[in-house]
């Protein structure tokens, strides 16, 4: 296939264009660098299979020539307001990119009669109220708070999907990523794998806010993209979750990333700094993509973890 990837210079988008053409496919990839790195495609300049086209999805798109599929990338992601990356700090963008920029792919899509898949996320589940996390559940969310402008964003995002697979029969697919982590994650765009693991290799306490005991689940990018994969080649319509099961405190977290890198500093506990409607528990049920997909993680945590460490020592300049 040849296939659009927006939001093609990210953490997930540049992974899931290597994934691509190592299968076999031709990839053009799309960015505008507000928050996505240059240097994470850098090494596919050469592959004539690879192309880019530097634009902002929330102006209309055009690509020359047959698309068979499109995926849908393009956002900021970091709730963290420290981070110029965050999308507390680039509110409008974020709002356009999943706004304006579902409905302009949607329209390449449609234009091509391609596949068409969403990056959606957990966090239209808000701070929730059901635990796990399935499908079925509604959420429980700020519609006007801090955090609205991503989570509503994605919310908008995936009615305008569905609402293009109803009006016009367009084989869509959503995603609703959990917290994922691996390289090219930004060490600066301050969520809490980059975090720990960079005090941890300074030799630094690592920095609890609030008592730790607020969990997230940790899904491997490689887990998290094989996933993705299936779904945009199944024939399912209505949003999967895609994540790792395994719930884990922050603080058990901290621990790991001490023991694994050898930190002969402990923890400090400093107050919450919780964000609107942050959510103190996540976890995907993903009954939904062991049945439908034949999916489930595979990678361990410290698996995972002691695959991520080389990329932040190198980018740190203390490689072994």
């Known amino acids: 296939m040849r296939i659009l990837i927006t ?48 634009h902002d999805v929330a102006n209309f ?50 234009a091509h009669g391609a596949r068409y898949l969403l990056a959606s996320t957990s966090e239209i589940y ?34 305008m999907t569905m609402a293009y697979h109803r009006a016009h029969g367009l084989n869509t697919h959503i995603v609703r990523i959990f917290n994922t982590y691996g390289p090219r994650m930004r060490l ?52 999967v979750n895609i994540g790792n099961p395994q719930e884990t405190s922050i603080l058990d977290f901290a621990y790991t990333i001490n023991r694994i890198t050898g930190n002969p500093s402990d923890v400090i506990f400093k107050p919450a700094k919780r964000l609107g409607d942050d959510p103190q528990r996540r976890q995907p049920e993903i009954t939904r993509a062991k049945t439908i997909l034949e999916w489930e993680p595979k990678i361990s945590l410290e698996e995972g973890i002691r695959s991520t460490i080389p990329y932040f020592r190198q980018k740190l300049g203390m490689e072994e």
């Open 7 to 54: 939001g093609a210079a990210g953490f997930l988008g540049s992974h899931l264009c290597e994934l691509l053409l190592n299968n076999g496919h031709e990839v053009i990839g799309m960015d505008n660098f507000i928050t996505g790195n240059p240097e994470n495609l850098a090494h596919l300049a050469g592959n004539e299979k690879f192309s880019f086209i530097r």
């Open 61 to 110: 798109i055009f690509v020359p020539g047959k698309v068979d599929a499109v995926m849908h990338f393009a956002s900021p992601a970091s709730p963290n307001p420290a981070s110029p990356y965050g999308y507390t700090n680039l509110p409008i963008q974020t709002m356009k990119a999943g706004a304006l920029g579902t409905h302009n792919t949607l329209g390449v899509a449609r």
């Open 126 to 159: 808000g701070d929730p109220q059901v635990h796990p996390q399935a499908e079925t559940y509604w959420g429980h969310a700020d519609p006007v708070g801090v955090r609205s402008v991503y989570d509503e964003a994605k919310r908008f995002a995936e009615a």
């Open 188 to 239: 600066d765009d301050g969520r809490v794998v980059p975090n720990f693991i960079q005090q941890a290799l300074r030799g630094e306490p690592l920095t609890i806010f609030g008592d730790g005991k607020q969990t997230r689940s940790f899904c491997y990018v490689s887990d998290l993209l094989e996933g993705i994969y299936r779904l945009l080649l199944s024939e399912e319509h209505y949003p």
